[in-house]
T-cell receptor
Framework: GENVEQHPSTLSVQEGDSAVIKCTYS??????FPWYKQELGKRPQLIID?????GEKKDQRIAVTLNKTAKHFSLHITETQPEDSAVYFCAASKSTGFQKLVFGTGTRLLVSP | DSGVTQTPKHLITATGQRVTLRCSPR?????VYWYQQSLDQGLQFLIQYYNGEERAKGNILERFSAQQFPDLHSELNLSSLELGDSALYFC?????????????FGQGTRLTVV
């Protein structure tokens, strides 16, 4: 089955710096890659997703890139702010049928003022 | 507010006991997913239901079971509880059963087994 690895497990940056979180997946048939943000004590929320027919997607300060050949995708956050501090999870799935969403182990991002 | 409601928010119980966690999906969503999040761990997929039928299964223990009722709410039953079952259990729902649609998470049920 699908396996998703996520790095780093923790990431500390200064406010205004960029942050990059990387994930690799094992199932070449996976074609949907969402990213979720989980603030302390709260539920995970989707922040951005990308499908395999697209190499990059941006939404303001957040971008996701996908390299299907290498089977990895990354989350890029520019001009980080303290409110970006949270745990970020990547996930992967196949969009055919009823496929489970497999999550990475999460990255704890700390943005210091 | 995601529109997904989970009850109870907190649950403390003893080893060997059985508990039931409840989830009401967003209005109109047919698919319900259950995830387990242990301390400082990721989200482990347990099981998915779509319109009352089991559709996908993860690493769910035999001591755990779930169902989705005709009104689309779902229950996760955990029995013969062990200390290691202590975790945050999330329910999520989506409009269709396919995994490429956004899943909306509830606030979770924090289970503590003592």
């Amino acid at each position: 089955g699908e396996n998703v690895e996520q790095h780093p497990s923790t990431l500390s940056v200064q406010e205004g710096d960029s942050a990059v979180i990387k994930c690799t997946y094992s199932d070449s048939a996976s074609n949907y890659f969402p990213w979720y943000k989980q603030e302390l004590g709260k539920r995970p929320q989707l922040i951005i997703d990308i499908r395999s027919n697209v190499g990059e997607k941006k939404d303001q300060r957040i971008a996701v890139t996908l390299n299907k050949t290498a089977k990895h995708f990354s989350l890029h956050i520019t001009e980080t702010q303290p409110e970006d501090s949270a745990v970020y999870f990547c996930a992967a799935s196949k969009s055919t049928g009823f496929q489970k969403l497999v999550f990475g182990t999460g990255t704890r991002l700390l943005v210091s003022p | 507010d995601s529109g997904v409601t989970q009850t109870p928010k907190h649950l403390i119980t003893a080893t060997g006991q059985r508990v039931t966690l409840r989830c009401s999906p967003r209005s109109g969503d047919l698919s319900v997913y259950w995830y387990q999040q242990s301390l400082d761990q990721g989200l482990q997929f347990l099981i998915q239901y779509y319109n009352g039928e089991e559709r996908a299964k993860g690493n769910i223990l035999e001591r755990f079971s779930a169902q989705q009722f005709p009104d689309l709410h779902s229950e996760l039953n955990l029995s013969s509880l062990e200390l290691g079952d202590s975790a945050l259990y999330f329910c999520a729902s989506s409009a269709t059963g396919g995994s490429d649609t956004e899943a909306f998470f509830g606030q979770g049920t924090r289970l503590t087994v003592v």
